[in-house]
């Protein structure tokens, strides 16, 4: 199974035994974003078939920034309560315009485990009048047996940031964040960007229907921005969300981009980090 799949190959294979359809929305705590419930959403309309990942709570719980990645046990606890065997295929989307089937591709990899985005997301299905169906987010399923394997997801943390002198920064956010013209949305957060980073807004990689562009036009995106994919890369962005877009993008290229976690949510919270304004 490719990385990037059609919604006529996954329309072609709903009801396939060893397919499993997630919806990875996660809307309720990006700052910025509009009020949404991805749990209503879901249970309103939803991919049939599909179960509900609920990325919000896929978390580690025990750390005090948003949204950081949890230990690899987690993530198969919360999988096998999905179902999810080993030889499971895996096809996520997400209900938004901020693309976090990237970050549950993301983590679902911290686990060992590979899967496919759904390009266009549900809001293509939609266009195009595929069959939506409407049921309560706990849609029961018979437990499976998916045990963590070897990971394949690369975290940075924020020691490794303040030591890098090896990794190009790529930072996903708006250019009016990244060069400080706008302030973070999080109170306690400078403005900024991590010093020597290159900023590629998450949305450069998509067509305006949302889908994915071609593997040359994102080859040229990150070209465009000073960055060589091939070369080792680590991502970044607010609390390590649409950092995920990159680290996709580089996929779809055929190489492996790490990840800051902890992004600007603790890099720009730290007053003893160093900060640049501007642009790169």
């Known amino acids: ?19 499993l359809v997630l919806d990875a929305s996660y809307t309720s705590k990006i700052p910025g974003a509009p009020p949404s419930d991805p749990q209503a959403n879901f249970a309103a309309a939803h991919i049939p078939g599909a179960r509900f990942l609920d990325l919000d709570s896929l978390v580690d719980q025990s750390n005090p920034l948003p949204s950081m990645l949890p230990p690899a046990e987690q993530v198969a606890e919360r999988l096998r ?119 590629i807004p998450y949305g450069s990689f998509f067509q305006p229907d949302g889908t994915w562009k071609s593997r040359p036009a994102i080859a040229q995106v990150f070209a465009d921005a000073g960055i060589d994919p091939a070369r080792p890369l680590v991502a970044t962005c607010g609390s390590g969300i649409t950092a995920a877009v990159i680290v996709f993008a580089a996929h779809l290229l055929g190489h492996d981009a790490a990840l800051y976690d902890g992004s600007w949510s603790e890099w720009g919270a730290d007053p003893s980090t160093p900060k640049a304004l501007g642009p790169a």
């Open 81 to 199: 309560a999905l179902g999810v065997n080993a030889d499971t295929r895996i096809v996520l989307y997400e209900d938004g315009p901020h693309h976090t089937a990237c970050r549950a591709w993301w983590v679902l990899r911290s686990a060992g485990l590979d899967a496919a985005l759904l390009d266009g997301a549900l809001a293509k299905w939609k266009r195009e009048g595929r069959p939506l169906e409407a049921a309560e987010v706990a849609t029961s399923a018979t437990p499976g047996n998916f045990h963590p394997a070897t990971p394949k997801a690369v975290v940075f943390r924020v020691d490794q940031m303040l030591a890098n002198t090896t990794h190009q920064v790529a930072d996903a956010r708006s250019k009016a964040r990244f060069t400080g013209e706008e302030p973070d949305p999080r109170p306690n957060s400078a403005s900024g960007h991590i010093p020597g980073s290159k900023n």
């Open 1 to 19: 199974m490719d990385a990037l799949v059609t919604t006529d190959w996954l329309a072609e294979r709903l009801g396939d035994p060893d397919l």
